[in-house]
């Protein structure tokens, strides 16, 4: 069975540039988060999505935004980038919220921002 | 709001010796999680807590769980090069501590 799946894997933007990355759950899973991780952090939670409705976001800026399409693929929109925006971009699905839910990472998205 | 603090942030040991990481959160969790990170990669999960006195093992590595205390331990035993990695716990959905560094070496 394909993992989580993000794309793509790394990205050069210059700053004010719009950018859209993109996230395939598991098969079966309808939950999608999104995270950002600065070099040497641990990841930020942005977004939580589930059967296509937002159910959590992080202390993000409105220039972040996403959403989850009926197939419970996700994207990630982030507006008028900053040289801080650049990270690692990560996604995790998970079948279900709440409970004993386990959450699986993709391979992340390398954004740098110049 | 959930804080969740780890310490050592950085740990240096040699093969075949013990040691433990700690991770305390701030406020009440349901669930408690471990992951591994190599560097340039995603994070790998290790573990999932959900009760008190949990306690899960997988090789060298053994995680706790003390919703009580608000502390979770994950116990490294006769380390080897290959554990390498920054390790991360993590509460509720999903509030990261900020890692810890692991070096072992020869």
């Known amino acids: 069975d394909a993992g989580v799946t993000q794309s793509p894997t790394h990205l050069i933007k210059t700053r004010g540039q719009q950018v859209t990355l993109r996230c395939s759950p598991i098969?079966?899973?309808?939950?999608v988060s999104w995270y950002q991780q600065v070099l040497g952090q641990g990841p930020q939670f942005i977004f939580q999505y589930y059967e296509k409705e937002e159910r959590g976001r992080g202390n993000f800026p409105d220039r972040f935004s996403a959403r989850q399409f009926p197939n419970y693929s996700s994207e990630l929109n982030v507006n008028a980038l900053l040289l801080g925006d650049s990270a690692l971009y990560l996604c995790?699905?998970?079948?279900?919220?709440?409970?004993?839910?386990?959450?699986?990472f993709g391979q992340g998205t390398r954004l740098t921002v110049v | 709001e959930l804080k969740v603090e780890q310490n050592p942030l950085f740990l240096s040991m040699q093969e075949g010796k013990n040691y433990t990481i700690y991770c305390n959160y701030s406020?009440?969790?349901?669930?408690l999680y471990w992951y591994r990170q190599d560097p340039g990669k995603s994070l790998e999960s290790l573990f999932v807590?959900?009760?008190?006195?949990a306690v899960k093992q997988e090789g060298r590595l053994m995680a706790s769980l003390d919703t009580k205390a608000r502390l979770s331990t994950l116990h490294i035993t006769a380390a080897v090069h290959d554990l390498s990695a920054t390790y991360f716990c993590?509460?509720?959905?999903?509030?990261f501590g900020k890692g810890t560094k692991l070096t072992v070496n020869p």
């Open positions: 098969s079966g899973h309808k939950s």
């Open positions: 995790a699905s998970s079948p279900r919220l709440g409970g004993n839910t386990e959450a699986f």
């Open positions: 993590a509460g509720g959905w999903l509030v």
């Open positions: 406020t009440t969790s349901d669930r």
């Open positions: 807590l959900l009760s008190n006195g």
